[in-house]
């Protein structure tokens, strides 16, 4: 399991933790979020790279 970030090559060098996924959710369905619309927001530890 701890060379799986290497293998995909994680910019963080570490997996997301459930908790991180779920503190992400939480925020966007919160009040503080009433003005935003149409974001993506990527939680993917790096792995999504632009060239």
Known sequence: MEAMPAA???TTGRLV???E???LI???VS???A???GA???IDSGASKAV
């Open 8 to 10: 995909f090559g994680l």
């Open 17 to 19: 933790e459930p908790e």
């Open 21 to 23: 996924v779920a503190a």
């Open 26 to 28: 939480t925020f966007l």
């Open 31 to 33: 009040p503080v979020t």
């Open 35 to 37: 003005g935003l619309v």
């Open 40 to 42: 993506e927001v990527v």
